[in-house]
């Protein structure tokens, strides 16, 4: 590292990030071609792309072992004309406000 203090801080920090959630690129002045910087950058890869998927497949469990809840008057119904307007609907204002200026 050629830097130090806050610069050199967010050096490491978008190395470690970057690894964990990209494509593992590092800033010009850290030189991250280290046996030390290649295990932990890909301990962060791993951990970065693999632990979401667990606690993905664990609320997945979760939600699985769940009992039905029985319909009541307040149910929304999926099959039903009002829920596919809702869902379109929603889907247009969030592209619009996605797409289109201010």
């Not at 295990?39 to 664990?58: D, H, K, N, Y």
């Not at 119904?77 to 929603?90: I, N």
């Amino acid at each position: 590292m050629t830097n130090s203090g806050a610069h050199g801080f967010s050096e490491i920090l978008y190395a470690y990030t970057s690894g964990a959630n990209n494509n593992g690129s590092a800033f010009a002045g850290l030189n991250a071609d280290t046996q030390w910087f290649n295990s932990t950058i890909g301990i962060a890869m791993l951990l970065g792309r693999f632990l979401p998927m667990v606690f993905v497949l664990a609320l997945a469990g979760s939600l699985a072992e769940q009992k039905p809840v029985p319909e009541t008057a307040g149910t929304l119904r999926t099959d039903k004309p009002l829920y596919t307007g809702l869902l379109v609907g929603t889907i247009l204002i969030i592209t619009g406000l996605t797409y289109f200026p201010a």
